[in-house]
């Protein structure tokens, strides 16, 4: 099967009982028993659930992963995932990371006994001298936030696989349809599905897929004992949303690259960040490694100030501002106060993050409006 009769109909049939096309929401916290024992698969809610299954399959089928387990937030997807390692193990993690992944390394598993050792993994070389027979894990994230970097993730799985480590990579930001790091040389793959899996704000959601039996089983059990499950209602409309996850993201990426155009010939603008360009510093592994080149596109303007940042972010009418990414309608953000605000000042600028940073998620709407909403915003 292809990817677009995959998202359409992966791990999804008609429903035994009275034969619904669509997969029913199992609202239901547990299931009858004949007897003690004697039950169809399904004891209780939080171990197991018919829509969350459906789910599970349908995204382990795009990812070309053979299993895939749900979380009620890419949080709890990664918490999950740490959780295979031991006290004393290392990870070797991407420099620029999303921010609630680097606090949880830090502040939560940092407090565990794990260790965790920050690169930038744009160049792979600087990974290898950093590895020990301490280290379990690499960790990965391409394109990356706010500055989409883009890192080379078979490059890197082939550094994993000759020192007996496992790769993990953030998907999030490019999703299933746009690459596969299963493909690549990933051993296991993470994706916050409230962003492009879903695709229409409305949902929190993580996933977690591998290949590995003895990985999944263990997923599976932190899955029911820790409890971080996610709801049916949620299953079934992350599920909904998937449906179009291609047409989506085809019309994200052309969009994206219409306005990374505009903005990189506006007189306001300074940088214009996106891996489309021949410029961007690792263009040729996104163009090698992805289909297109998303719909994140991120800006700095020529007078960098935080107030010139913020004055276009207000003005914008069409780009909400807001946290978040990869849903139909286009946001704006501003990292240096908002999700970058945390990191201290000089850290942030090393990375790129310079005051009038602005960061776009790009949605499906018409290119013209979005054009046209940013020359008024920039304008002001
Ligand atoms: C949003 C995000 C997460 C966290 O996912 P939640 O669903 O918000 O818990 C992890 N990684 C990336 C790259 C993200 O964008």
Redo the contacts with the bound molecule.
């Keep these: 099967m292809k990817f677009g009769t995959k998202v359409i109909h992966a791990g999804v049939t008609p429903d035994p009982s009275t034969g619904a096309i669509m997969t029913p929401i199992y609202q239901t916290s547990t299931y009858v028993q004949a007897a003690p024992g004697d039950h169809q698969g399904f004891e209780y809610g939080r171990t197991q659930n018919p829509t969350r299954n459906a789910l599970q399959e349908n995204l382990a089928a795009l990812e070309g992963a053979r299993f895939g387990v749900c979380f009620a937030?890419?949080?709890?997807?990664?918490d999950t995932i740490m959780r295979l390692l031991e006290p004393g193990d290392e990870v070797i993690a991407a420099s620029d990371?999303?921010g609630?992944?680097y606090r949880l390394f830090t502040k939560i598993f940092e407090r565990y006994g794990l260790k965790f050792h920050f690169t930038d993994m744009t160049d792979p070389a600087s990974i290898e001298p950093l590895i020990s027979d301490k280290t379990k894990m690499i960790w990965i994230?391409t394109p990356?936030?706010p500055m989409l970097n883009i890192i080379d993730i078979e490059a890197v799985g082939k550094i994993a696989k000759a020192h007996g480590v496992k790769m993990c990579v953030?998907n999030?930001?490019a999703s299933p349809y746009l690459q596969q790091p299963m493909s690549l040389g990933a051993d296991i793959v993470?994706?916050?599905?409230?962003?492009y899996l879903n695709g229409h704000s409305d949902v929190?959601?993580?996933a977690v897929l591998c290949d590995d039996e003895e990985i999944h089983e263990r997923l599976c059990f932190y899955q029911n004992a820790v409890g971080a499950v996610p709801g049916p209602m949620d299953c079934f409309l992350t599920l909904r949303g998937i449906k179009t996850l291609h047409l989506r993201i085809e019309q994200h990426c052309r969009n994206g690259a219409a306005i990374a155009h505009f903005l990189k010939d506006h007189t306001a603008v300074n940088q214009v960040y996106w891996p489309g360009f021949e410029t961007h510093n690792n263009h040729a592994v996104a163009a090698r490694q992805m289909r297109h080149f998303g719909g994140m596109v991120s800006f700095s303007l020529k007078k960098d100030t935080l107030a010139d940042g913020v004055r276009v972010m207000s003005a914008t009418k069409l780009f909400a501002l807001a946290e978040?990414?990869?849903g139909v309608e286009s946001l704006i953000g501003h990292p240096a106060t908002m999700t970058h605000a945390s990191i201290p000042l000089e850290e942030r600028l090393k990375t790129g993050v310079v005051d009038s940073l602005i960061r776009l998620s790009v949605g499906i709407e018409d290119a013209d409006d979005l054009i046209a909403d940013l020359a008024q915003a920039l304008q002001h």
């Design positions: 937030s890419g949080m709890a997807a990664t990371l999303y609630g992944t994230e990356s936030n953030d999030t930001f993470v994706h916050s599905a409230t962003k929190i959601m993580g978040s990414l990869g």
